[in-house]
């Protein structure tokens, strides 16, 4: 904490000697995140569904850092403890959450299928409440830890054919919010980011819609689409010791999306 002026430095962006858990933290923004985390010189606990980690424990490892990996579908419940009991095996301390593990499905609301919908929220929502709590007992111990949400634009507005993402992202929202009146006192603070429209897999079907992609473009004050890399900055900080005063909060990185 920095109570004069003097007191604060660059360091407070440093995450040196920290541990931090990035889910679905293998590709696009997720790959992004442990990147940039490890740049600040935290070690990285990658969760992943997949097992073709290679690139992201090359690019984690030449900052320096450890990178260790955990293979896990989210949606099933009892991975939740496994992972952090294993992160804090390997690394001895949980500083850092990054619940970025997240999925979409788009349908016509009339058409939406009842197992998208509980795939959906199973995944945004429930594993984020889940290993938000789990994370949080080992941080109250530490009397210390940083736990970042990922939001998004659909927290603030309602799309189209994704109802369930909209509902979870909506909800995400609310958890940050609720965990942070909780462990504040603890030491702990809970935030998320919500980026804007990212160049990303998730969003392929819709840069591939010439029409929609030029619609949402020009909306964009930016005139620009963002890439992983324009996250990286918004990660650090929330995961630093610059943002310790900084709870509850929803951090839009969106090129003046919201702003229009």
């Known amino acids: 904490m920095a109570t004069q002026l003097d007191d604060f430095s660059l360091e407070f962006f440093s995450?040196?000697?920290k541990a931090a858990i990035v889910t679905g933290g293998n590709t696009g923004l997720g790959q992004a995140y442990a990147v940039a985390l490890a740049k600040a010189?935290?070690?990285?606990?990658?969760?992943?569904?997949?097992t073709n980690w290679d690139e992201t424990k090359k690019l984690i490892e030449k900052e320096g850092s450890r990178a260790a990996f955990f293979q896990a579908d989210l949606t099933k419940r009892e991975k939740v403890k496994e992972l952090v009991a294993t992160c804090k095996e390997?690394?001895?301390?949980?500083?850092?959450?990054?619940n970025n593990a997240g999925t979409i499905r788009r349908s016509p609301l009339l058409e939406y299928k009842e197992d998208d919908w509980d795939e959906v929220i199973e995944l945004n929502l429930n594993a984020v409440y889940l290993l938000s709590q789990e994370a949080a007992k080992v941080m109250v111990k530490q009397k210390s830890g940083k736990i970042i949400n990922i939001?998004?634009?659909?927290?603030?507005?309602?799309?189209?054919?994704i109802p369930p993402y909209t509902a979870s992202k909506h909800a995400v929202a609310g958890l940050t919010k609720s965990f942070a009146n909780e462990?504040?006192?603890?030491?702990?603070?809970?935030?998320?980011?919500?980026?804007?429209?990212?160049?990303?897999?998730?969003t392929a079907p819709i840069r591939n819609d010439e029409k929609r992609y030029a619609e949402i473009t020009a909306r964009i004050p930016a005139g620009y689409?963002?890439?992983p890399a324009d996250l990286m900055g918004a990660i650090v900080f929330l995961s630093s010791?610059?943002?310790?005063y900084m709870n509850g909060h929803i951090l839009?990185?969106?090129?003046?999306?919201?702003a229009r």
């Open 15 to 17: 995450l040196k000697g």
């Open 225 to 227: 689409w963002a890439t």
């Open 241 to 244: 010791r610059a943002s310790d």
């Open 252 to 258: 839009a990185v969106d090129g003046g999306w919201l």
């Open 41 to 50: 010189g935290a070690d990285l606990f990658v969760v992943t569904h997949g």
């Open 183 to 202: 462990l504040a006192e603890h030491g702990i603070q809970i935030n998320a980011i919500a980026p804007g429209y990212v160049e990303t897999k998730n």
């Open 90 to 98: 390997v690394y001895g301390r949980i500083d850092i959450l990054v």
């Open 151 to 161: 939001a998004s634009m659909l927290t603030f507005q309602g799309g189209k054919f």
